[in-house]
């Protein structure tokens, strides 16, 4: 391809076409995979993981239930998809064992290490905006646990997941920041349990706490729990 010359400009034709079906297929792809887990998400916060159906989420989505099984497997396999999407933001984007979701660290500017209250009052930030999208995959995660056993074993996971990405937070916050006698590691078990869903079903579920409030009760209470005085 010559200088000037628009993307794809020096390929066969043949080569061209093939390249634009591929994109079409996968854009495809991308919104029949983007309608199955807004549809899932809205029968799991409707009725919860029992009382769902596959049946119901592919008529959600205006699709067959033998698309939904090609692109998801089973009910529990949307679960997790509608989990790990809300976490990471992205549909196609896992989580990563021992890494923050992006979405989180992108939003970290540099700076914020060495001035540990704007680490925590970002970090509260993103548990927020977390606790947003992710609160009704906590709470049928948390329901659906207490009926199938593989969707408490993924919990499980789910949450190992979670701890290792807040030690993998905090390895990166340099010690000296911490209150005497704290470790890195203890820092990242302690924000792991106060920016965690239980906290979200304590103080919003059953507290009635705003978004807002959460927000400024997790940072007060990390700025408290971590850092030196």
Known sequence: MTVGQ??????????RRVSRQREAGEATRRETRRRLLAAAKA??????????TVIRIA?????????????????????????ESSVTGDEDVPLVPGQPPAVITATIDPEDA??????VANLSHQYRLLAQR???????YRDGGGVDPEIAADWQQLMDLRRRAFHAFFARVPA?????????AGAADTAWVIA?????????RQARYSYD?????????????????
Request: glycine content about 8%.
């Open 6 to 15: 628009p993307a794809g400009a020096g390929e066969p034709p043949k080569a």
């Open 59 to 83: 008529e959600r989505a205006d699709m067959s239930v033998q698309t939904l099984y090609s692109n998801w497997g089973n009910k529990r396999n949307l679960l997790r998809a509608v989990m």
């Open 213 to 229: 409030q959460l927000e400024e009760w997790v940072r007060d209470t990390l700025a408290a729990a971590l850092l030196r005085g």
């Open 176 to 184: 000296g920041v911490l209150r005497p006698g704290l470790s890195n």
């Open 114 to 119: 060495a001035d540990p209250r704007r680490l």
């Open 134 to 140: 992710s609160a009704v995959g906590w709470q049928t």
């Open 43 to 52: 029968e799991f916060a409707e009725r919860g993981y029992a009382a769902a």
């Open 196 to 204: 965690s869903p239980d906290t979200h079903d304590l103080l919003v």
